[in-house]
Each structure stands twice: as structure tokens, then as C-alpha cells.
């Protein structure tokens, strides 16, 4: 059985929730509080799992596995089917490169250890965090627009018409937009795909609002 150390609201954990059930693959749910007892990934006992301090890890047969990209392209090669990543090479690269956008263009800027930088080092007042937030995603979802519309490999989903590991870093970062009032209107595909994702139960299973520890 696997084991998936998540936080509700951690979109890179919302990312793997997304793979592991589109591939169907059963799992344990470990929550991590970010936020409760000064951060639960700060803990001894999380640091021994994870030294990075950071959710989500997936826990296999007792070997732990850490970053979510990571994670989702262990979880194809050790469960090839449905795959999360097209076979040939240009597809694949196409794919990680939209994964990428978000996971190191735009999420990294927008962390949660980012935020809390922000506000107890540097004393940013809230609607200048939230500007912060706001502009790099924009930013990189200007971009990620760009890359689907123009390209006729863009589907359904973010490649072709079968979701995949595009489309499990989109969905999240989509949500955390939302959170953060961020208009989405200069990005119609992005939204179309949105729409598409939703529709499916293994996006829908995913969402923070549908995790146990979701407060």
C-alpha cells in the first residue's frame, strides 16, 4: 500500500492526489499540517521522512520519495498504464515543460514558506502579498496560454485528449488563482481545460475541500 504525506491546501500534494487516482491507485493518507504546531513538516519525525520539510512524499514499500514531479513520473514508471506522459520524445518534452511553468516558474514564488517570508521578515503588507501572488500568475499563465493555444498537440486536456501530468500541475494552480482572486479571463484554453478536468472524478476526489484534513 502506498502512503501520501499531504496537506489539503498543498498544491504540489493536490498535483500527486490527481495522479494516483487517475492511475487508480489506492493509497494512505497521511496529513501533514503546514500551518498547526508551527508547521508539522518542521517536525523531527516529518524531517526523518522528508528532509526537506516539505509535502507532499510518497512513501513506497518503505522507501520515500519526495517532490511532487518526482513523484508523478515514478508513479508512471512503476504503473505504465494509464500513462501520465506521452511515449515519444517531443510529446514528453511538450509535457514537462507545461508541468515545469507552474512547478518552477510560478509555485515557487507562491509557497507557502514564501508567503510567511514575506509577511513576518519583510512586514509586506497583505494586499502587496496578494499583488505578489496575483502578478506571477499572470505572468506564467500568460505564457502557458500561449503554449496551448498556438499548438495544435493541445487536446481536451493539455496534450491530446487524455488528461496527464500537465493537466495534474494546471488544475491545482488554477485553484490556488481562484483563492487569490486573480482574473482568468486573458486565458480561455487554460479555462476550457479547467472545465474539461473537473468533469473527471479523479480531479473532483482531489480537491482540497475533499481531503480528511481539510478544515
Known sequence: MLTLHSYFRSSAAYRVRIALNLKGLPYTYAAVHLLKDGGQQHSADYQRVNPAQLVPTLIDSGHAVGQSLAIMEYLDETHPEPALMPRDPLGRARVRALALCVACEIH????LRVLQYL???LKV???AKSDWY???ITLGFTAIEAMLA????TGVFC????PGLA???LIPQIANSRRFDTPLEAFPTIRRIEQACLT???FANAAPQQQPDAV
Do not use: Y
Open 159 to 162: 496534450h491530446g485528449d487524455t
Open 150 to 153: 498556438n499548438d495544435p498537440a
Open 200 to 202: 473527471l472524478e479523479a
Open 108 to 111: 515557487p514564488l507562491n509557497n
Open 167 to 169: 493537466d495534474c500541475c
Open 119 to 121: 509577511d513576518a521578515k
Open 134 to 136: 496575483r502578478h506571477w
Open 125 to 127: 503588507e497583505e494586499s
